[in-house]
């Protein structure tokens, strides 16, 4: 972890960054490594906190589960613990944890149950009176997100059953491999950033908040545990899934009850000469003890079963040469670098691109082109560029446009981002994004502006700018797909009352990058007009209330680009509200105060709480700090009422919140 750094340093910066790449994964569900590059990181955790126990502390990754849920849905507490497995990534590990149960069973006959290690999502449904009740991803292990009405249209899951008493179906949510190339290539050609694998395909889609875009995804499901009041039903694991089966449920054919460690090892070796032609992700073998009162006896470490193991494939791999890097544009601005390779086999798969994320990631390789380079797929799609094998000869050394290379406008690297940005709203690699934003609920509020509509209206041309919205007309709209008169009206109605809407939902109407809801505000009370937001330099920027050297530089940046002046300027010709009215507000009972709010409250919107606390002078941000002097939590608070708990930031209920606002 670098030269110099004492043991704690070093433990301490391996947990950032494995906390990081938890909350990617599993809140997220945006990975930037592999799993194996992942387990690299935890194992040498695990092997300095051993060498340092005194180091070792309750909320180190290596002493967790998985990562927290997601805000969005109803959380609910697990019949028992779902534990994950500890991995095995040789056949000498594997050999080691065969001896320790034999040694912990005295010599005792058992038998290990095969199954194939599923690449998807671990998920609990709960049946009563023969129908199902809930369903719930396995969260941080302990509680789950409640996931019912999405698992519903999962077609192996049986809504019904033929036992009607109370048991629970556990197993895995997956995306075949034909479904993830259908769902990748529709994205491609809409222009969307691909998907990286099936594995994170089936989580994102298990986690919508629309369950008809969730049947879409055709998710699949395969059982592997039956319960009862959390623990196994029947007195084997190989029973359970024989009685899985009769009851309905899909399980996978590919398991096998093995005598002992020599055929478990033929069943490993077996399925990885078939891994490349099965119709899912696999990454290894699942191996179980397979009498449950042989399992009870073996029992848990603190994080894993003692009586089962994950042994690990090796990531699949090739070399071949990086021809030329290029960039591409995202929706959101970012430009990203993109390897062009060699067309390389890498299992089964021919292999001719591979994104390399950012210019950082390019300088960690050292990596230019003409170079020989590893490239791992390991159940990606796009491929992962490894490591340097071989300079070329006349290698090239890549650096990033000083122009877009779409609409040739400036582009700038924010502090502390690792992405370069095109800052034009109007770059058509972002239009579609840049108008939904400004069309979006709380910012301009257009009603109907939509993906669809907003598809329709790029993809014909009669929206090429932001401010192109404001010369729409009914009769256009009309004639656009899924859009009648009344749908058109409703729309350019939405449309005309935008330009009433206060100077802060313009101002975060831009898209300025680090602007937004509460800076807007900020910009806009501090300034007062879009005029002086335009011309102000950096100091006088950040003598605004919480505007710092990142802000004032980005929204600096911004105007200094000619094709966002020159959309300001439609905007003003356009009769949206340009200037902006402070209220005093010093004297109300909130002021000097910020609030953050979290969680559904029993009588109020959000909306509703945000504007009584700024009418009495208080401020609402949307993310917790420090500096904040209350969270108003309400039902299915999350993550920002944990991190108040962490911090010590007072947490109030609708309740007293209304009690200071009287006050």
Not at 73 to 78: E, I, N, S
Not at 165 to 182: C, D, H, L, S, W
Not at 367 to 380: I, M, N
Request: glycine share 8%; proline share 5%; with cysteine.
């Amino acid at each position: 972890m670098g030269p110099g750094k004492s043991p704690q340093e070093q433990i301490e910066s391996l947990r950032a960054v494995l906390r990081r790449h938890e909350h990617l994964y599993y809140a997220l569900d945006r990975p930037e490594i592999s799993d194996a590059e992942y387990d690299a990181l935890l194992r040498e955790l695990q092997q300095l906190e051993a060498a340092n126990p005194s180091l070792l502390t309750a909320d180190s990754p290596t002493q967790r589960v998985g990562g927290a849920p997601r805000e969005g849905f109803v959380k609910a507490r697990h019949s028992s613990a779902m534990l994950s497995l500890d991995n095995a990534l040789n056949e000498d590990e594997l050999r080691d944890f065969d001896r320790r149960v034999r040694e912990l069973l005295a010599g005792e006959e058992f038998r290990y149950f095969a199954e194939l290690k599923l690449d998807g999502l671990s998920m609990a449904v709960r049946y009563n009176a023969g129908s199902m009740q809930l369903a719930l991803t396995r969260g941080d292990g302990e509680e789950g997100e409640e996931v019912t009405e999405n698992a519903r249209t999962i077609r192996s899951i049986p809504l019904s059953t033929p036992d009607a008493t109370a048991f629970e179906v556990r197993g895995e949510v997956i995306m075949p491999n034909a479904a993830f190339q259908k769902l990748n290539a529709d994205r491609e050609e809409e222009g969307l950033p691909l998907y990286a694998n099936p594995r994170n395909s089936a989580a994102g889609s298990l986690r919508m908040l629309d369950p008809k875009v969730t049947a879409a995804r055709q998710l699949d499901f395969y059982a592997y545990f039956l319960l009862v009041d959390g623990a196994p039903a029947l007195p084997a694991h190989s029973e359970n899934l024989d009685r899985l089966r009769a009851l309905g449920f899909k399980v996978n054919p590919a398991c096998r009850l093995c005598a002992d460690l020599d055929e478990l090892l033929a069943f490993i070796r077996e399925y990885e000469s078939q891994r490349d032609s099965l119709p899912y992700e696999i990454d290894g073998v699942v191996a179980k003890v397979d009498r449950v009162e042989q399992q009870t006896r073996l029992g848990w470490t603190s994080k894993f079963p003692r009586w089962a193991i994950a042994f690990k494939y090796a990531a699949r791999q090739a070399e071949t040469v990086v021809e030329k890097i290029d960039v591409q544009v995202g929706r959101t601005g970012a430009l990203t670098p993109v390897a062009h390779l060699r067309p390389v086999v890498v299992s089964g798969v021919t292999v001719s691109r591979s994104t390399l994320h950012n210019e950082d990631e390019i300088a960690r390789l050292g990596l230019a082109e003409g170079d020989t380079v590893v490239v791992e797929r390991s159940g990606d799609v796009i491929p992962k560029v490894v490591r340097v094998v071989k300079q070329g000869e006349d290698r090239r050394l890549f650096t990033m446009p000083v122009e877009c290379p779409v609409c040739g406008g400036a582009v700038i690297r924010p502090e502390s981002e690792v992405a370069w940005r095109c800052v034009n709203v109007n770059c058509a690699a972002r239009l579609k994004n840049s108008v939904l934003h400004f069309a979006s609920r709380s910012v301009m509020d257009i009603t109907g502006m939509g993906d669809v509509l907003v598809d329709q209206l790029v993809d014909k041309g009669l929206v090429k700018s932001v401010a192109d919205i404001y010369s729409l007309t009914a009769e256009q709209l009309a004639g656009l797909d899924r859009m009648g008169d009344k749908s058109a009206e409703r729309v350019i109605a939405g449309i005309a009352k935008s330009k009433t809407l206060p100077l802060p939902r313009l101002i975060n109407g831009l898209g300025i990058p680090f602007v937004g809801e509460s800076t807007a505000v900020d910009l806009a009370e501090a300034l007062g007009s879009i005029d002086a937001l335009r011309d102000a330099d950096e100091p006088t920027l950040q003598t605004t209330e919480g505007v710092g050297p990142k802000v004032a530089q980005s929204v600096r940046r911004f105007f200094e680009d000619a094709n966002n002046r020159e959309l300001v300027e439609r905007l003003k010709a356009a009769g949206l509200m340009i200037t902006h009215q402070k209220v005093d507000r010093s004297g109300g009972a909130l002021a000097g105060l910020t609030f953050v709010l979290t969680g559904t409250l029993p009588t109020m919107g959000r909306d509703e709480a945000k504007a009584l606390i700024e009418a009495a002078g208080g401020k609402v941000s949307g993310s917790v700090s420090k500096k904040t002097s209350y969270v108003v939590a309400g039902e299915e608070a999350g993550s920002k009422l944990d991190k108040a708990k962490d911090l010590g930031v007072p947490v109030l209920d609708e309740a007293a919140l209304l009690a200071k606002l009287q006050s």
